[in-house]
């Protein structure tokens, strides 16, 4: 019987919404445009294919790739497996939590630890990461999960645990990783063993006794085995360095367990010294085979060794070898990258994907990436998969792409986007880019600016339909294209518009600055004044800055603009004349190399300046504060607003336009006293003085990043990075979770001016949600955020 629209393999329904998803939210830009993880494919139907990336999101498609559903399970997905015998259920690891579903992935239930053993969910840090404290005080790290191919209800999982004690006078904790075992298909849980090594990977020996299993772990500490109850290292080649990676498969002629082995220097080993190796052995480890010998007869002569990023065989034909590849010097100009296979375990090698330097393989079709940046923007694969059944299908994922061979790699088939006629491209559903907002052209609501990190910015010209570079050879500089953090268009001369771009991305996340002098950013401010297909640089004057902000002065004329940009590191920066000259507009400011991140212009013409926390240690009171200043003459000065009690980390304000006086203040929680502790001092707080005094109006949400105003209807909007946004119908005071949009990073959220009930959520990582601005009251959700896990 062929399957229907939405359905599983077993006729399940899995999605009622055409762009793949269970609610009524949909998503706009051009797909892909961040590393993508984990490829996963369903060994009972290879259809069902899922992915995750690093920025939280995982993904699931049920036709082959044609569209995808974004998931969220409260953080990264480390890695998916599945039931043999069932194709229906699917096991997922987080680091806190592994998951279950019974339905392909729909809906997921917590399995380890017990829901039962829960007693909170407390969100910490800069991008909120959730820790799950239980009754014990062990924290739980899940590193894998091996399910038995005889037995579905038997589970072995390895987890890290960390044991804290607080004593008077100090702190106390100890590391160990435990393997547990279920025999109900994780319902319940029995320790085994506690291990003191290093490890992230185990596998069963499906040839030993369904009751009495040989179980592998593998890791930085090596291979080690249990054998009849008894644990015992497994001796590695001698001249293997660090291993990198372990596969496993069975020989369905000899019966034969292999385990092969990446050791050496790689990607995820850059310090590993030993050039790249792959090895095997068919008897546990008694005896190995270096199965790269012939890779090694196709570089220069001379040249480095090939680095090897990733193997992957199938599991019931593991003669199928397919290895990621760099640094292949095959002249003295060209280096290739991609991956090479094997039918026969090594003996030969086909190089089945061969970018050279900038010219993609011949045998992929083109993607938005490929054709803007060229193939070594997303590098050879970090991970692939091949199907456990079918040697001939393989998927990869790299920094901004996932693809698929069918045919054993003769031809490659990119699955993040697709060409819409005439226009730019459109995502199937795999979201992995940064965004910081929208622009819409006053003169043609069509015409769409998007703002990103990695990406730079992307232009529309259909409404969001689909998507195009808009930093191509057109007057940016080269080094600024990575980031455009900011676009305004001048509401009174069509095609006149400005933008902030440059080459520091992800401001202001503390990764970016906490190892970095602010002195060295670069990038600056451009204008356009034909729409944005030419960009001139008008910054030249105040040198290289990371700007990441900017407002007008909408009082001022057309042929002379008043602008204003928040420099991050430097301060504030101020042009009367449309960017012809600028100075700097300091003072008052404390400290140096101030954070400035951004600028609120009231109705009455007052200025606000929210600098950024130069700090993530939890302190406060200290060099280190996020700080608010006012200025009421035009930058000319700048006077400090006292922020709430115990916060230090403003991230947004708005002004109320009907009242100037009346402010809302987003920000950012720091660390609590211990790490089982809630952030503190984050939320939304409210002044009705004009910063003079301030109430908490949310604290529930710890970590709030932009607060935003639909000035037509006097909604005001909130975004942050708890899986939530948020709305408020009484200007502020009281605030609802929009149901539906559930993505672990949010940013921003914007009003469609093109549909009153439609709102825009730009995200940190998971693209751009489009949806109901009331939310979705029947969407099936993954997760809802904090603490209703059962």
Known sequence: MERGEGESSTGRTLYSNANGRNDHWGFIGPGGGGAMFNPAINPADHENVFVSCDMTGSFVTYDGGQKWRMFNLRGVTKFFDFDKNDGDIVYAGTSQILYKSTDNGVSWKPIHPSPNDIIDIVSQGDHADERVISKDSILTNVEGIAVDPMDSQRLYLLSRKRKIDYWPRGRNQRFYME????????????????????????????????????????????????????????NLPMDAGSITKYVDGIDSITQEHLIYIITGKSYFNPGGGEDSKIYVTRNGGRS????????????????????????????????????????????????????????????TWELVWKDINQTPTENMDRGWLNERFGPTWGENPFH??????????????????????????????QLYTKKIKGNGWTSRGLQVTTGYMLAFDPFDRQHIFMADTDTGLMESQDGGKSWTSATRNNGV????????????????????????????????????????????????????????????????GIGEIAPTHMVMDHGSTTEERTLYVAAFGKGVYKTVDGGKTW????????????????????????????????????????????????????????????????????????VDPTKPDRLLLSAWGRYGRTEFSENVGGGIYLSEDDGKTWQSVMTDDQHIHDLTIDEKSGIYYAAGFNSAAYRSMDRGYSWERIKGYN????????????????????????????????????????IVPRKQLN
């Open 179 to 234: 393997l547990s075992v279920s025999l109900d298909g994780g319902e319940s849980w029995e320790v085994l063993d506690k291990l003191r090594f290093d490890l992230d990977n185990i596998f069963i020996d499906p040839n030993s006794p369904v009751d009495n299993r040989t179980i592998y772990v593998s890791g930085k500490d090596g291979l080690g085995v249990k054998i009849n109850g008894v644990w015992g290292n497994v």
């Open 288 to 347: 190995w085979r270096q199965v790269d010998f012939p890779l090694g007869k196709l570089k220069l002569e001379g040249a480095e060794d090939m680095e090897y990023r990733d193997i992957a065989v199938s599991y019931y034909h593991p003669e199928n070898i397919y290895l990621s590849y760099s640094n292949l010097k095959f002249s003295q100009d060209s280096i290739a990258i991609g991956v090479a296979r094997s039918k026969n375990y090594g003996e």
């Open 384 to 413: 692939l998969s091949v199907s456990d059944n079918d040697p001939e299908l393989c998927f990869g994922t790299d920094f901004g792409r996932t693809v698929k061979t069918v045919d054993g790699g003769k031809t490659w088939k």
């Open 477 to 540: 500089p080269r080094h600024w294209v990575n980031t455009t953090y900011w676009v305004k268009f001048d509401p009174e001369v069509k095609n006149r518009l400005w933008a902030t771009m440059s080459a520091n991305h992800d401001l202001p996340r503390p990764k970016m600055w906490r190892n970095k002098d602010m002195s060295d950013y670069k990038g600056g401010v451009l204008t356009s004044e034909d729409g944005g297909k030419t960009w001139t640089v008008i910054s030249h």
């Open 583 to 654: 100075s700097l507009k300091n003072k008052g400011l404390e400290g140096d190399q101030p954070a400035a991140w951004r600028l609120t212009r009231s109705k009455k013409g007052d200025l606000y300046l929210v600098v950024f926390r130069k700090s993530d240690d939890g302190s406060i009171g200290n060099d280190g504060d996020g700080l608010l200043y006012k200025s009421t003459d035009g930058a000319e000065t700048w006077k400090k607003i006292s922020l709430p009690e115990n916060v230090n980390g403003p991230s947004s304000l708005v």
């Open 743 to 782: 993505f672990k990073w949010g940013k921003r959220v914007q009003p469609d001016p093109l549909d009153s009930e439609k709102i825009y959520i730009v995200t940190f990582g998971g693209g751009i949600w489009h949806g109901p601005s009331r939310g979705d009251k029947d969407a099936l959700e993954d």
